[in-house]
């Protein structure tokens, strides 16, 4: 088996650059040509960019999310410092800690209390309660004939569907966005005080809320997520850690995520004008068009896993400790497995993109994130026509998520 190289070739892999936030794709080509894993100092981190070694790593046992299993307690603590992670009670208990960052039996325990809730059923009950919710969203736009579909559209879609997911009263949804933006903004790379601060302060209040919300719901239970939950936690099946970092979980996941991928998938139907022609005449394409949309441009294109042992991935020897970075996002484009990777194709199929990840961690959301998207690109073209990009787009910066600031657009009404 061949060592981690030494030395290396230089991708001009700058991950804050507007560059890399207007189009990272020629900076993963260049690093699944290099073909061996890459190491970024920034992040003391191995990237991992092929279909093949990523889709390996999401899977294979040795690859775990939490340090515990590669550090000890002091060397975490000095992790953290580097990180500046540390002095963060509120987000280190609700936010550093998740089922999401848990291995083994702690993380299933946690997966398998929630799983079913995100199975058919629950999900055919939220179906026409999203279609209500975005047929009013488009119903305030309509006339204006031009808006920023990010501020304007996409940002209002996820925060009510979620909180009815979970049980979060509708008038109690605002806050939710800027809630999540703050905190998962922190796992990117730009850990400045001022960032860390924001962080800190938000989770306090995302706990205060949270904490009022059960004691609503402990008074009089309803027939939703945080009420069965919550009767867990009192029933001494969850800790108070457990219990609040999955209300967390649920609300942040699928929130900054659902909003990017609108704005990703609409940007690669204007690319692709052929593809939105298609779309519009042929509606029936719209299942394999919103998987299209996830390989396509995933608005969550990195994670990271630590090496539990020392262990073989297709012919690289990982010693025990490294930290591997899975770019999910440059996997989904790998020629190897897609044909003609870089073109967006609605009617794809099969497509095995890992914008979901694969393994143990696998998105527990992701049928209710491709239900979304079905109901919002079913209703945007069903109901607007001549949907064409108005002005400047501007991309947010950043190695984990990728979405747009703004996406101006104009249309007519059908
Ligand atoms: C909209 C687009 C979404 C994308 C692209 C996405 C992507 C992902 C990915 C890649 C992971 C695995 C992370 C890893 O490999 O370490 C994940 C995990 C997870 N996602 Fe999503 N997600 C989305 C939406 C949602 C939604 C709507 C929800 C819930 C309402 C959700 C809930 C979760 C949860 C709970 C986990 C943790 C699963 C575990 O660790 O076992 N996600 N998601």
Request: glycine fraction near 6%; proline fraction near 6%; hydrophobic fraction near 40%.
């Amino acid at each position: 088996m061949t060592p981690l190289p030494e030395s290396q070739p230089d991708p001009g892999f700058e991950p804050l650059s507007d560059a890399f936030a207007d189009d990272p794709y020629p900076t993963y080509a260049r690093l699944r040509d290099h073909g061996a894993p890459w190491y970024f100092a920034g992040y003391d981190i191995w990237l991992l960019s092929r279909y093949e070694d990523v889709a390996a790593a999401a899977v294979h046992p040795a690859c775990v999310r939490s340090p515990e299993a590669v550090m000890t307690p002091d060397e975490i603590a000095a992790q953290q410092v580097r990180d500046n992670w540390h002095n963060m009670p509120h987000h280190s208990r609700f936010v550093q800690f998740s089922l999401l960052n848990a291995d083994g039996e702690v993380h299933q325990r946690l997966r398998r209390m929630i799983f079913n809730e995100f199975r058919t059923p629950s999900l055919q009950r939220l179906h026409a309660q999203t279609q209500v919710h975005v047929d009013r969203l488009i119903d305030t736009v309509i006339d204006a004939g031009a808006m920023d579909f990010i501020e304007d559209f996409a940002a209002r879609v996820p925060g009510p569907v979620i909180g009815a997911f979970l049980g979060v009263p509708e008038e109690d949804c605002a806050p939710l966005r800027q809630w999540s933006d703050d905190i998962v903004q922190y796992f990117d790379i730009d850990r400045s005080d001022a960032r860390k601060a924001l962080a800190e302060k938000t989770t306090t209040e995302f706990y205060d809320y949270l904490l009022r919300l059960s004691d609503e719901r402990r008074r009089r239970p309803q027939d939703d997520l945080i009420s069965r939950l919550i009767a867990r936690y009192d029933a001494g099946d969850l800790t108070e850690d457990a219990y609040i970092s999955t209300c967390m979980l649920i609300l942040m996941a699928g929130h900054g995520s659902t909003i990017d991928i609108l704005g990703n998938g609409l940007a690669a139907l204007f690319a692709h004008p052929d593809e939105q022609q298609r779309l519009s005449a042929g509606p029936s394409l719209m299942t394999t068009a919103v998987q299209e949309m996830f390989r396509y441009d995933a608005p969550l294109p990195f994670f990271h896993r630590f090496a539990a042992a020392d262990f073989d991935l297709n012919g690289w020897h990982i010693r025990k400790g490294t930290k591997l970075g899975l770019l999910y996002g440059c996997a989904n484009r790998d020629e190897a497995v897609f044909a003609h990777a870089d073109c967006f194709d609605a009617g794809r199929a099969p497509n095995r993109h890992i914008a979901f990840a694969s393994g143990p961690h696998v998105c527990l959301g992701n049928h209710l994130a491709r239900m979304e998207l079905d109901i919002v690109f079913s209703t945007l073209l069903r109901r607007l026509k001549d949907i064409a990009p108005a002005g400047e787009s501007v991309r947010r910066r950043g190695l984990s998520v990728r979405g747009f600031e703004a996406l101006p657009i104009a249309f007519r009404a059908a």
